[in-house]
T-cell receptor, first 113, second 113 residues
Framework: GENVEQHPSTLSVQEGDSAVIKCTYS??????FPWYKQELGKRPQLIID?????GEKKDQRIAVTLNKTAKHFSLHITETQPEDSAVYFC????????????FGTGTRLTIIP | DAGVTQSPTHLIKTRGQHVTLRCSPI?????VSWYQQVLGQGPQFIFQ???????GRGNFPDRFSARQFPNYSSELNVNALLLGDSALYLC????????????FGSGTQLSVL
């Protein structure tokens, strides 16, 4: 089955700086890669996603890049703000007809004011 | 629009008991998935139901079962509870059932004593 590895497990950046979180996946057939943000005690929220036929997608301060050959994808957050502090999860979906998301282990991002 | 709603929010049970968790999807969504999130880890896929039929099952024992009702709400049942079943149980819904644009509820925090 699919396996997703996520790094780093914790990340601290100064407010205003950029943050990058990286994930690798094992199943070359995976074709959809969402990123979720989970604040303490709250639900995971979809913040950006990318399909395998696209190399990069951007939404304001957030961007995701995908390298299908290397089987890795990354989340980039620019001009970080205190409200960006949360745990971020990457995930991969294989096209086998069901809705199984395989999640990474999460990155705790702390923005230092 | 109401999001995905889950009940109860918290539950305390003892070993050997059974539990029923409930989920109402976003209006118009026909797919419901269940995930288990142990503290400090990413969510793990348990089940997916689409149009009232099981479409996928994760690597969980037969003590876990689920169903989806004609109104697309869903129940997750866990029998013979073990200490290791203590976790946050998340329900998610989507329009297509393909894994894309999955929206999560706030979860049920289950503690097994």
């Amino acid at each position: 089955g699919e396996n997703v590895e996520q790094h780093p497990s914790t990340l601290s950046v100064q407010e205003g700086d950029s943050a990058v979180i990286k994930c690798t996946y094992s199943d070359s057939a995976s074709n959809y890669f969402p990123w979720y943000k989970q604040e303490l005690g709250k639900r995971p929220q979809l913040i950006i996603d990318i399909r395998s036929n696209v190399g990069e997608k951007k939404d304001q301060r957030i961007a995701v890049t995908l390298n299908k050959t290397a089987k890795h994808f990354s989340l980039h957050i620019t001009e970080t703000q205190p409200e960006d502090s949360a745990v971020y999860f990457c995930a991969a979906v294989s096209p086998w007809g069901n809705e199984k998301l395989t999640f990474g282990t999460g990155t705790r991002l702390t923005i230092i004011p | 629009d109401a999001g995905v709603t889950q009940s109860p929010t918290h539950l305390i049970k003892t070993r050997g008991q059974h539990v029923t968790l409930r989920c109402s999807p976003i209006s118009g969504h026909k797919s419901v998935s269940w995930y288990q999130q142990v503290l400090g880890q990413g969510p793990q896929f348990i089940f997916q139901y689409y149009e009232k039929e099981e479409r996928g099952r994760g690597n969980f024992p037969d003590r876990f079962s689920a169903r989806q009702f004609p109104n697309y709400s869903s129940e997750l049942n866990v029998n013979a509870l073990l200490l290791g079943d203590s976790a946050l149980y998340l329900c998610a819904s989507s329009l297509t059932g393909s894994g894309e644009k999955l929206f999560f509820g706030s979860g049920t925090q289950l503690s097994v004593l």
